[in-house]
């Protein structure tokens, strides 16, 4: 921070501007000088103190300064992180889904347009609207994340519009929402099927307006991203998604495909997430076997990429170098798959029953062979009750002389 008396030395405060950011300057004015002295500092937050001033002014001007170039200071640096975290070459994965993800993005992060993101949960959206968010020249302003599962229908209201009672049809204000307090920032929200359609209705209307209002004013209200695990369209026909809203957000619609559909991006997810994993524990980086990789591949991914980061964070934390193998991926990830007899399909196909049948009987009299007829002793043989092999027996007619 630099001090400078422009009563004494006008061009030393030249020359402070010449090398040194205006927040980082705090200059001493006279009461004559005032305006201009504004005037030539370009004064938005007010870095200046009037002369004469008392030392302990002074002092507290001088605190108050160096907690708002340190607060900036911290500020830009986050900003600088979210922008590096959310980048376009972070979205992960070679296949025609991930490149789709990458284009939507380029298309729409510099508009105000709303958006929709469709998927099931833990393929990513959260993360895509964040890189909308922070790829486009709004980037600086906030992201707000709307959790619609956890936040109480009737708080809803409150949070976007700052008003309540709109369940009963009556607009009662509260204060101001996060729809007029974030200027041109996002508002991410998570499940839209949760809003109710008197909310969803006014949602529409507010973004009808601001399209209006754009035209002068860029911050003239958020940008809206809407998720869901189904589509626009699907949402309309179940009556979870007004005819309004529809209309404005389905020429914006991405739909992320589940992991279990692009297998070819788990190798680079992998990657990815092991080396985060490792700087995050402070672990020598871990690399998976080829057995490891298959075993994910072959994984169908109920809860997407969000459990894949999960099962490897186990992985790391069971292990130690050298690579992580199958045997140390949890179940059922790291269970061999089940072995697929070959059988016999003829070209005109087969009748199941019968065949189901056949294979049943075939057992049941092996095991009576090999037990010379005692059904008791077969029954074990096959992990069967004596009783379940009996009834088997009469429903399938194996009869002793079969035996």
Known sequence: LVVVDVERDLSLLGGALARIEPQKILALIPEGMRESGAWIMGLTFGRYVLKPVHPEE????????????????????????LRARYRIENIIGISRGAEMRRAFVRTFASVRHPLFLSGERGVGKQMLAQTVHYSGPWALAPFVLVDTAHVPASALSGLLFGDSGWIEGEVEPLGRGVTSLLGAGTVYLTEVSLVPLPLQYRLAAFLQERQTLEAEDASAGPRLIFGSQWTPEQLRRKGLLVEDLYQLVREAHLAIEPLRARPEDIPYFVDYFLERICQRQQREKRVLTDDALQALARYTWPENVDELQRVLEVAV?????????????????????????????????IDFYELVEEFERGLIVEALRRTGGNQRRAARLLRLKETTLAAMRRRLKVEPDRT
């Open 58 to 81: 002074l002092l507290q001007a001088v605190r108050d300064r160096l907690e708002l170039v340190a607060l900036q200071e911290t500020t830009a640096r986050l900003s600088d992180e």
């Open 317 to 349: 934390r069971r292990t130690a170098p050298p690579p992580i193998d199958v045997t140390h991926l949890p179940e059922p990830i790291g269970r061999p798959a089940p072995r697929v007899p070959k059988v016999p399909f003829p070209e005109e196909g």
